[in-house]
């Protein structure tokens, strides 16, 4: 029998459970999605599932279940099952889905800890390293600064120059698959029963950081040439994997362009550390654009708060406003359009 607390499974989501109309029904975590299949591993293993009609009806993509979803299912044969319900999501890692203004994308859920991969070549970036670490905090996920490939040689002093505004909201780990006790570090911040999502560029390492942080080769990595330090995708889709049964990794596939879908963009001052200038502003709703007395203008201009960072904090507030607004005009619209169904449904049954 697979003992599901080594999954994340506690009391917590067991009374969650006995709170539900399916008590009596099994329950697992999806570990793999496919286009309409999802892998599910249950206390008899690892079980095929589909979902029902109704879990599907009316729901946008983001709201079915994902890698890390807890689900209720029926199980009609060996390894397969249905799935009918699912318990309620927690911290879920979200990003916004390429291509539109406002939809998200669910990453993983019920995740503890993501790792913010980066490699220490001309991949290193801290905007976007900047850009992660405000979607994860969203969410009360802990972001934790993973720097691999230290073997390649880099300048230490340097990049912790680049980060040390960050570098209070999330620890930062230098490592390499090639030097095993950076590995034994990393593995140590991983406690029993929690989930870890590693997300990042494509061909930083994230695959292997999983693989060898399981001692197993699980997962498919690339085996481009390090001189151009260049990746392909190799991954192609997100798959959870149990470490040494005592932590949940979830490796996903390089991500070209991570867009914000944060609700809250007025938090972005505190996770970027600016919010202690904001509190000396001589307005209370001061923008930070051109008022006076603005304390973080001040501080920019005499040096105290980095240009650099505090350009990136317009930049993806911009872009958090953009989605909120946008995704806020979308759910009027859909409340509008649900309205409109029902009335011709009334209308069809009166007649
Ligand atoms: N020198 C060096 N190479 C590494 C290290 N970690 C990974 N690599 C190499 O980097 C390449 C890409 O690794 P992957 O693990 O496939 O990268 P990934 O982030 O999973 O890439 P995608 O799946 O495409 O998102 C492979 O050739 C690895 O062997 C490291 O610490 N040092
Ligand atoms: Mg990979
Ligand atoms: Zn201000």
């Given amino acids: 029998m697979i003992h599901l607390y080594t999954y994340g499974w506690n009391n917590k989501l067991n009374q969650l459970k006995q709170d539900s109309a399916h008590k009596a029904l099994f329950h697992g975590r999806v570990t793999i999605v496919h286009r309409t299949c999802y892998e599910v591993i249950s206390e008899n293993g690892m079980l095929q599932c589909e979902l029902t009609g109704n879990m599907m009806f009316g729901k946008s993509d983001f709201e079915l279940p994902c890698v890390g979803d807890w689900v209720i299912f029926q199980l009609f044969d060996e390894n397969k099952g249905v799935i009918v319900d699912m318990l309620p999501r927690e911290r879920i890692l979200y990003r916004k889905k390429s291509g539109t203004i406002a939809d998200k994308q669910a990453i993983a859920s019920y995740v503890d800890k993501a790792f913010i991969v980066q490699s220490l070549d001309d991949n290193f970036n801290v905007r976007r390293a900047e850009r992660f670490m405000v979607q994860i905090l969203e969410e009360k996920i802990k972001p934790i600064l993973v720097l691999n490939k230290a073997d390649l040689g880099f300048e230490k002093q340097k990049i912790e120059e680049h980060i040390k505004h960050i570098a209070h909201q999330m620890p930062v780990f230098f490592t390499s698959i090639h030097q095993p006790q950076t590995i034994h570090q ?52 997100r798959e959870m994997v149990l470490m040494d049964d005592s932590g949940v990794l979830i490796d996903t596939p ?3 362009e991570f867009g914000l879908a944060i609700d809250d963009p007025d938090s972005l001052t505190e996770m970027l550390e600016i919010s202690d200038y904001e509190e000396s502003c001589r307005f209370k709703d001061c923008e930070h654009i051109n008022e006076p007395g603005c304390a973080v203008l001040e501080a920019v201009n005499s040096g105290i708060l980095d240009h650099k960072v505090y350009e990136s904090y317009l930049k993806l507030r911009r872009e958090a406003w953009h989605f909120c607004t946008s995704e806020h005009e979308k759910r009027k619209r859909d409340k509008s359009f649900s309205k409109l169904i029902e009335g011709v449904k009334k209308y069809k049954t009166n007649f």
Avoid at 190 to 218: A, Y
């Fill in 186 to 237: 990393l593995r140590e911040s991983i406690s029993e029963g929690e989930t870890v999502v590693f997300v990042g560029s494509s061909g930083v390492g994230k695959s292997s950081l999983v693989n060898t942080l399981c001692e197993n080769s699980v997962l498919l990595t690339s085996d481009i040439s390090l001189s151009t330090g260049k990746g392909r995708h190799t991954s192609t889709r």
């Fill in 254 to 256: 390089g991500i070209r």
